[in-house]
């Protein structure tokens, strides 16, 4: 670019001089080749990053918050599950645009352009966040362990803590092998939710009108505290750094050609799998509805009641059984999505390299010491209430994910020509303030009643 456009290329000077410049996940970056031909063919080589991140957005913690909110309020929080998915959509195509544009992930970004007392407090907030998603995992996989063998919650935790090797044995066998490890258990949720939903039978219209959004989800605070759960489940911290850094280990020509025609892709990849997650979320939600809102079951918060129940009401003997194998994929997926998220998150913010399975170990051993407290103490509600809480969390922890990237993304001097539009970046801030507006609505009716 000549000098009468000197905005139109990133700018070196605009991130901080001393920040490290190790690839992110560099064992895989750039690994997975691009053909030439037919665009058929790219977008294939693009498929994966997108499914990966989609895991998150349909973890055990999605089931919690849709059970709940499905079993007590019918079909009303459809909006809320739509809405966060449109958010949800947007803030990941923006994560992606940053890695492919800067080659840097979301965290490598932060430490490259705050000071270190601030990407200290950004890596405390996203650890809470990921301990937070860990927390659920451990308690979605120990109830579909039990539900499908009988083993306690305890024993499930526990055994939870095992699968730390599952992400060093698939990252061996290479980061397509991953990929499509995730989308075949993806594949088995969905199919899952599709049987139930047919068995379920819901009126379409009912369905239809929950999609609307109503006034009242603002004005009932119990409503509210689900709605916000469900905006903490959908709209994920950890995966914003997540994709940031996975869209990198495409092969893709480090120019501007190469990196246009990477984010359009990658946004393709990502915003089709998200439409999967939209339909899992509301399958769940919509299941509860019909099944227990319908026959007056409006208590129904937890897996394991939701579980028990499914069969009968259904009058479909196998439901119960779709239910906990969908529960335990989900289990699994969430296992490998959050790990990489860690190893992230601490790689970039610390430029700290810890063995992965030390990590995990480290992270699954924080999450399932309050999931075995909880249990001994309060028995299966006291961990259904704490899945949900864990989402209240997560969604806590958004605004110091989202602002940041909404910054970069924006920033003309970051991002050159690649810099989102002014329109984008407006509804993005829009978002962003939805977002922290309603964490403090929550936190306010939280600390004062």
């Not at 670019?1 to 070196?12: I, K, Q, V, W, Y």
């Not at 803030?91 to 645009?97: D, E, G, I, P, T």
């Not at 850094?245 to 990477?262: F, H, K, L, M, P």
């Not at 897996?303 to 119960?320: R, W, Y």
Request: hydrophobic share 55%; with cysteine; aromatic share 8%.
């Amino acid at each position: 670019m000549d000098a009468r456009s000197p905005h139109l290329t990133p700018d070196a000077t605009a991130w901080r001089a001393d920040a490290p410049t190790t690839r992110s996940l560099a064992e895989v970056n750039s690994t997975v080749a691009i053909p030439r031909g037919h665009w058929s063919r790219r977008l294939l080589a693009f498929v994966g990053p997108g499914y990966l991140v989609s895991v998150g957005y349909m973890d055990p913690g999605n089931w919690a918050t849709d059970l709940a909110g499905g079993s007590r309020f019918g079909y009303t929080l459809l909006s809320v599950i739509l809405l966060s998915n449109l958010m949800a959509i947007l803030l990941q195509s923006l994560a992606a645009r940053l890695g492919i544009v800067t080659d840097r992930d979301l965290a490598q970004a932060c430490r490259a352009t705050y000071s270190p007392a601030v990407n200290f407090l950004l890596w405390l907030a996203c650890e809470a966040a990921i301990i937070a998603c860990d927390l659920a995992e451990v308690i979605g996989t120990a109830i579909a362990l039990k539900l499908l063998f009988g083993i306690p919650l305890i024993g499930g935790a526990l055994l939870a803590a095992l699968d730390a090797f599952l992400l060093l044995l698939l990252m061996n066998r290479g980061f397509r092998f991953l990929e499509a490890f995730v989308i075949a258990l993806l594949a088995v949720i969905a199919v899952c939710f599709a049987i139930q939903i047919v068995a379920a039978a819901p009126p379409v219209a009912e369905v239809l009108h929950g999609f609307l959004p109503k006034t009242e989800i603002f004005t009932n605070p119990e409503m509210l505290y689900i709605a916000i759960g469900i905006i903490g489940a959908t709209v994920m911290p950890h995966n914003l750094y997540l994709h940031s850094s996975i869209v990198q280990t495409r092969a893709y020509e480090r120019n501007d050609t190469g990196r246009r025609e990477a984010i359009k892709w990658a946004t393709t990849d990502s915003t089709i799998a998200l439409m999967l997650a939209l339909f899992i979320n509301a399958a769940i939600l919509v299941v509860a509805a019909a099944t227990f809102h319908k026959s007056g079951h409006s208590d129904v918060a937890e897996i394991g009641q939701a579980f028990e129940l499914l069969s009968p009401l259904l009058g479909l003997g196998i439901a119960s059984t779709l239910f906990a194998v969908a529960l335990l994929a989900s289990g699994l997926n969430s296992t490998v999505t959050a790990t990489l998220a860690g190893q992230i998150v601490m790689e970039g913010f610390l430029d700290l390299r810890l063995p992965s399975w030390a990590r995990r170990l480290l992270t699954r051993g924080i999450a399932i010491i309050p999931v075995i407290i909880v249990t001994a103490i309060y028995g299966e509600r006291g961990t259904a209430d704490l899945l949900v809480f864990s989402q209240v969390v997560l969604s806590m922890q958004l605004p110091f994910a989202v602002i940041p990237l909404v910054r970069f993304v924006s920033d003309r001097r970051k991002m050159g020509q690649f810099a989102i539009p002014v329109s984008v970046a407006a509804i993005a801030w829009i978002v962003a303030g939805v977002i922290v507006v309603l964490n403090l609505k929550l936190l306010a009716d939280t600390l004062f009643g």
